[in-house]
């Protein structure tokens, strides 16, 4: 597995969340154009990532098993038509329908992205690898943001041309990488435990659906054998996505309250996750020298230590905990998928992306919920992370798999 394959895997990646975040951005102004509710028109972001959340660990355990490059080319592929069919439609109801198309594409495409990156050969390299995904993945956000506000002023069919397009330009380069096939021994004990996450974003959908959902994965986690140490780092990076996601999402509520439009505020926000963007290969590096233990722990303690700042200036704080972040997700991740053995990257990949999307909407719902004050937020923010940089203490890796520098 070479670098060039983790960058080519990644740029579907990048498209999808490059999307999901114009998306977003766009809703008022499709609710506007049809005359319907924001609720109704939240609809085509809220059903794209249950359908994702369902469907990430199954295709991952198929197409581990058959090709992961073949479920990348089909998944690139409906993303592009689901698109392209969007464009030319004419009503809500067909545009849902074709939606739904582009999320199980995207299903396929974000766990085999990162997949690619923790599937790299050599330990001391796949936090860098990581980083990288990280970096590409998450410039879908950041560009996303202004483009998707620009574009929603103008015309917002064009969103999904132009995702049509990319995602059309990244099939040209899937189809240069290596290929990947793993026998997974963990794919059954991902199964309970991604339902009971997949419940969570339902119950956005139907509450009572959602909730046996959740039920029934949490029944069936009681007999799942997952390894101790990806469980116990996925809690962690879970816990601390949450706290990301909370923050992004206090931004738009608190920018669009203050009276900015859609392209005013996507602008605004954009320091938080450039910042992310930026350090998140940084983290990545850091792991790799410094050790994975020590660097999560460190990042989540800042992140918490950063989130102070939110009393002095906001502008100051979407620097500081943009920053932190990257390293505490890429650094942590980097441990979670080292704590695996190869074979068990594809499903470990697809289960650590499902907690990703679940945390995004536990986000966006608090993020909805809290005062616009700033007490709220901060006490989310230093709560979750200070817990999460305790679980770290708990950490272990076999010597062989930890190189270098180290905390016992």
């Given at each position: 597995?070479?670098?060039?394959?983790?960058?080519?895997?990644?740029?579907?990646?990048?498209?999808?969340?490059?999307?999901?975040?114009?998306?977003?951005?766009?809703?008022?102004?499709?609710?506007?154009?049809?005359?319907?509710?924001?609720?109704?028109?939240?609809?085509?972001?809220?059903?794209?990532?249950?359908?994702?959340?369902?469907?990430?660990?199954?295709?991952?355990?198929?197409?581990?098993?058959?090709?992961?490059?073949?479920?990348?080319?089909?998944?690139?592929?409906?993303?592009?038509?689901?698109?392209?069919?969007?464009?030319?439609?004419?009503?809500?109801?067909?545009?849902?329908?074709?939606?739904?198309?582009?999320?199980?594409?995207?299903?396929?495409?974000?766990?085999?992205?990162?997949?690619?990156?923790?599937?790299?050969?050599?330990?001391?390299?796949?936090?860098?690898?990581?980083?990288?995904?990280?970096?590409?993945?998450?410039?879908?956000?950041?560009?996303?943001?202004?483009?998707?506000?620009?574009?929603?002023?103008?015309?917002?069919?064009?969103?999904?041309?132009?995702?049509?397009?990319?995602?059309?330009?990244?099939?040209?380069?899937?189809?240069?990488?290596?290929?990947?096939?793993?026998?997974?021994?963990?794919?059954?004990?991902?199964?309970?435990?991604?339902?009971?996450?997949?419940?969570?974003?339902?119950?956005?959908?139907?509450?009572?659906?959602?909730?046996?959902?959740?039920?029934?994965?949490?029944?069936?986690?009681?007999?799942?054998?997952?390894?101790?140490?990806?469980?116990?780092?996925?809690?962690?990076?879970?816990?601390?996505?949450?706290?990301?996601?909370?923050?992004?999402?206090?931004?738009?509520?608190?920018?669009?309250y203050l009276g900015y439009n859609s392209l005013q505020y996507g602008l605004l926000i954009l320091l938080f996750?450039?910042?992310?963007?930026?350090?998140?290969?940084?983290?990545?590096?850091?792991?790799?020298?410094?050790?994975?233990?020590?660097?999560?722990?460190?990042?989540?303690?800042?992140?918490?230590?950063?989130?102070?700042?939110?009393?002095?200036?906001?502008?100051?704080?979407?620097?500081?905990?943009?920053?932190?972040?990257?390293?505490?997700?890429?650094?942590?991740?980097?441990?979670?998928?080292?704590?695996?053995?190869?074979?068990?990257?594809?499903?470990?990949?697809?289960?650590?992306?499902?907690?990703?999307?679940?945390?995004?909407?536990?986000?966006?719902?608090?993020?909805?919920?809290?005062?616009?004050?700033?007490?709220?937020?901060?006490?989310?923010?230093?709560?979750?992370?200070?817990?999460?940089?305790?679980?770290?203490?708990?950490?272990?890796?076999?010597?062989?798999?930890?190189?270098?520098?180290?905390?016992?």
């Amino acid at each position: 597995m070479k670098s060039k394959d983790v960058v080519f895997a990644s740029l579907l990646g990048f498209i999808s969340t490059f999307e999901a975040t114009m998306i977003l951005i766009a809703v008022p102004v499709i609710s506007g154009h049809f005359g319907i509710s924001h609720f109704k028109a939240s609809l085509l972001v809220t059903i794209y990532v249950a359908i994702e959340a369902l469907l990430f660990v199954p295709f991952a355990m198929i197409f581990g098993r058959i090709s992961l490059k073949l479920g990348m080319i089909l998944g690139g592929a409906l993303m592009v038509i689901g698109g392209l069919l969007i464009f030319f439609s004419s009503s809500f109801m067909e545009i849902e329908f074709f939606r739904i198309m582009q999320a199980v594409g995207a299903s396929m495409v974000l766990p085999a992205s990162l997949a690619y990156a923790s599937s790299i050969g050599d330990d001391a390299r796949r936090g860098r690898a990581i980083g990288i995904n990280h970096t590409i993945v998450s410039l879908g956000y950041v560009i996303g943001l202004p483009v998707g506000g620009l574009v929603a002023l103008l015309n917002w069919k064009v969103l999904f041309l132009v995702s049509s397009l990319l995602a059309l330009g990244g099939l040209a380069f899937v189809l240069r990488s290596e290929d990947i096939k793993q026998v997974s021994s963990i794919g059954r004990s991902a199964f309970g435990p991604s339902l009971a996450l997949s419940g969570v974003v339902v119950i956005a959908l139907n509450v009572w659906a959602g909730i046996a959902i959740v039920v029934i994965g949490l029944l069936m986690s009681f007999r799942a054998r997952l390894p101790r140490e990806y469980a116990k780092s996925s809690v962690s990076g879970f816990l601390h996505s949450i706290t990301r996601n909370s923050f992004a999402a206090y931004l738009v509520f608190l920018y669009a309250y203050l009276g900015y439009n859609s392209l005013q505020y996507g602008l605004l926000i954009l320091l938080f996750p450039l910042s992310f963007t930026f350090f998140s290969l940084a983290g990545g590096k850091a792991s790799d020298r410094f050790g994975r233990k020590f660097v999560p722990m460190l990042a989540f303690l800042t992140m918490a230590l950063f989130s102070l700042s939110i009393f002095v200036n906001m502008v100051v704080a979407e620097i500081l905990l943009g920053i932190a972040s990257g390293f505490a997700t890429t650094s942590n991740t980097s441990y979670t998928m080292n704590s695996l053995g190869r074979e068990n990257r594809i499903v470990g990949s697809a289960l650590r992306t499902l907690q990703g999307t679940v945390a995004m909407s536990i986000g966006l719902s608090i993020g909805s919920i809290i005062s616009l004050g700033s007490k709220d937020i901060v006490l989310i923010l230093v709560a979750l992370n200070l817990i999460a940089a305790t679980m770290v203490l708990t950490y272990k890796l076999p010597v062989s798999r930890e190189r270098h520098f180290r905390i016992h």
